[in-house]
């Protein structure tokens, strides 16, 4: 079968492999890929900065935001052949840590988790791959290639899961306005779900063309590009912070509003050091009882409160997240940054 | 009566003057006090930094962590004659906000309160004083003066309160181990709660000598002076900062363990500009799942929580808690700062 592997650690290692089908210990159910989408995690891995092959390997095959149809599984598993299925990434390790003992490897503790595609373990990109059933999504067929942004969706629906637990130290909390900086995918499915929510939607990009804006306004969202005017006339009970920019970190936690919360969720790159009054800071934090937290990856809860967001989500819109479909053969394309990307995917089926 | 008043920013302006016994239209319950506690926010009024009078008056009675015995109160009010009681600080404004409407003024997000003895209202600092049954604490009679700890506990009872419901966004969340920076009466509380609750207690002060490092060991506590090893063999699952230094501060951002806590419940003075790699700490706290909060304040609930902490405490150590107990003729003793001060309290009845 054709898969698309790298060397990690080796930029321009990557190429589409022929490579054996995957083998039985992977999993019982066999999938047939349809799509596997690209994220900034891809990229690093691809460009030699990231990434780790399975043990005793050289070469590891990438993808973790898959989309297939299942061909083969055994009886009684919960899946049937012509499913539509999503793989989850991370997998605990056998020894677990509290966390992952719990099902909760999103937080696991100590590092020892695996992640197909990225740690460890081959992921999606090849035209079949196996799985175990407890890491397989079953979703609503009528999202098609579609659920390939489920992966993206589960990462935001931890997000506002946590954000919806922390909100409850306090009785009274009932937030209505949610601020997302980064109109990425991450981003727009953070401001899907809050839209969904009931909340009013404000994304922040620098972009002042493309697709973004127009995705933020088919929401009932405001957009503002390029920053936040000083005198903005809402306060956000929710910041979700999706580009790791350190201005924009530094921005939000600014801008968070008494017993808000202040969600981060994109991973800066590089080295930003920033002249900070942390006195100042701390004390703002202390007499308004903000609250900052982190969120990465997502666990099976999660991806189901993903596979509700995008059933019920408008199909028309969900596609036009999607901003190019490129066949596995020119692989190579979909790392090429577009003016108006915002989800790129391989299309196994083109 | 005798009252300890200021006039709110004018430094020096403190003086112990003889008043009107209190307003009927301050409460119905009437309380001649024992003992009010001193606290940084004390000073800080009585240095003029601080503090508003009640409208339309030049002079504020101060003192806002209290404990008395109850002289007169309505029937069926919950209160009798010869209770002991504390009165709560906090009060919201009569248009609340809704955090303040369900009961929650500590978390108030329009910062209309008033408060006792610092905001708008008189405190505690007089012979008597009058309050409303809904704001006062009946305490477990054999605390007596220790009573005057029930506000600083409900403070760090709330801070607990937090982590645990933020704790709570995992259902693996099982502390067993918390660190707290600074052992002052803040500290010392919250490394109290942290005991009763079962966990492995750390406090770090930068003290080497005087009351604390023993009031931490007999805790069943470990004492760390001036700063922690950079080898320490515990991972703290929660870190509560007292401090309010900016370089601790950040000491426990960059000590906290994945998915681990740090709730900030100290107030930082002054200006304090540092150097960060705000790329660095986002990208650690959304990698490990970290969660940072702002704590200030109490509403009953936590003076409820905090009541039953001093209660099932070891008398003993609480006492050792106040170092120093200055009659009311003497005040300004109390604002001396001598280097085995924990809690200083004015005694009312020396």
Known sequence: ???????????????????????????????????????????????????????????????????????DAPANC???????????????????????????????????????????????????????????????????????????????????DHVERIGSRSGAWAPRTVLVTGAGPIGLLAALIGQQRGLEVHVMDRVTSG????????????????????????????????????????????RNTPSGIVCLAGISSGQHRIHLDVGVLNKSMVLENDAVFGSVNANRRHYEIAAEVLAKADKDWLSRLISRRVPLTHWAEAFDRHPDDVKVVLDFTL
């Open 78 to 160: 919960g899946l049937s052949t012509g499913d539509l299925v999503v793989g989850i990434v991370r997998r605990p390790d056998p020894v677990p840590c509290r966390y992952c003992a719990a099902g909760e490897w999103d937080m696991c503790a100590n590092g020892r988790y695996s992640e197909r595609g990225i740690k460890e373990l081959n992921g999606y990109a090849s035209d079949r791959f196996r799985i175990e059933p407890a890491f397989a999504l079953r979703i609503d067929p009528s999202l098609g290639l579609l659920g390939v942004l489920l992966e993206p969706a589960s990462v935001v629906a931890k997000a506002w």
């Open 1 to 71: 079968m054709r898969a698309l592997t790298v060397m990690p650690g080796r930029a321009g290692s990557a190429r589409l492999d022929e490579t054996p089908d995957p083998a039985a210990d992977e999993g019982p159910v066999l999938v047939r890929t349809l799509a596997v989408g690209i994220c900034g995690t891809d990229v690093e891995i691809v460009s030699g900065r990231y990434g780790w092959a399975p043990p005793g390997q050289d070469r590891l095959i990438i993808g973790h935001e898959s989309v297939g149809r299942v061909e």
């Open 211 to 254: 697709p973004k804006p127009q995705l933020v306004r088919d929401l009932g969202g405001t957009y503002h590009a390029g920053h936040l005017p000083d005198d903005i006339d809402f306060a956000p009970d929710v910041i979700i912070e999706c580009t790791g920019a350190p201005s924009v970190v530094l921005d939000a936690l600014n």
